[in-house]
């Protein structure tokens, strides 16, 4: 059974920079792209970012690019999401997933969510 555990989130003041990780397991991390996707509140959710299986490629929404970096490390299983230089509309509950892929020209990740962290953004 695949299991995503993210972790920390936290209160950050507008312009801070926060490190989120997400420990997989039940499934073999390095044979798929993986990626984070945040809801806010009110709101669907929505994707972030994404990177391929061997970490050489990179995908960012345009509202966090240049901002944000997302990473792996296949041999621990995680991936990460590096913030900086966050605003009040990145305040959500962030999650990862798995097996990422574009459908129909939107990125899409397996419907087997995790609890997601919880990232605060005050101004």
């Known amino acids: 059974q695949v299991q995503l555990v993210e972790s920390g989130g936290g209160l950050v003041q507008a312009g801070g920079s926060l490190r989120l990780s997400c420990a997989a397991s039940?499934?073999?991390?390095?044979?798929?792209?993986m990626g984070w996707f945040r809801q806010a509140p009110g709101k669907e959710r929505e994707f972030v970012a994404a990177?391929?299986?061997?970490?050489?490629?990179?995908y960012y929404s345009d509202s966090v690019e240049g901002r944000f970096t997302i990473s792996r490390d296949n041999a621990k299983d995680t991936i990460y999401l590096q913030m900086s230089s966050l605003k009040p509309d990145d305040q959500a509950v962030y999650y990862c997933s798995w097996n990422v892929r574009t459908v129909f020209g939107e990125f899409v990740g397996e419907d087997n969510w995790g609890k997601g962290t919880l990232v605060t953004v005050s101004s």
């Open positions: 039940g499934l073999t991390v390095s044979s798929y792209a």
């Open positions: 990177v391929s299986w061997n970490g050489d490629n990179t």
